[in-house]
């Protein structure tokens, strides 16, 4: 079992930068594989890049790659997204989630057990 607690959004201009941090409770953290989803007003939430336990293989949906990098600090219970060249699009409500199987099992939300509670990330343009 995992509580999860996103902090670091914030209103940025287009092609600024911003990192989102996830902070972890539970002893087995480093066991659970950790992602970053996001959601905007009227859309689905939907799979932004994801990690496995041992942070060493990454996944990322097409429209963030080269610009996101999910990372982990399983020392300090913590998930990272660093965003960078940052668009318009971007806009959304960021969750982090955990999934107690340790390995990618999809960019289904239904996959991961446990969720935060989000932060709000705007872009302007």
């Known amino acids: 079992q995992v509580q999860l607690v996103e902090s670091g959004g914030g209103l940025v201009q287009a092609g600024g930068s911003l990192r989102l941090s996830c902070a972890a409770s539970g002893r087995t953290f480093s066991r659970y594989a950790m992602a970053w989803f996001r959601q905007a007003p009227g859309k689905e939430r939907e799979f932004v890049t994801a990690t496995t336990w041992s942070g060493d293989i990454t996944y990322y949906t097409d429209s963030v790659k080269g610009r996101f990098t999910i990372s982990r600090d399983n020392a300090k219970n913590t998930v990272y997204l660093q965003m960078n060249s940052m668009k318009h699009e971007d806009t959304a409500v960021y969750y982090c989630?955990?999934?107690?199987?340790?390995?990618?099992?999809?960019?289904?939300?239904?996959?991961?057990?446990?969720w935060g509670k989000g932060t709000q990330v705007n872009v302007s343009s």
């Open positions: 989630a955990a999934d107690e199987a340790g390995f990618y099992r999809g960019r289904s939300v239904n996959e991961y057990e446990y």
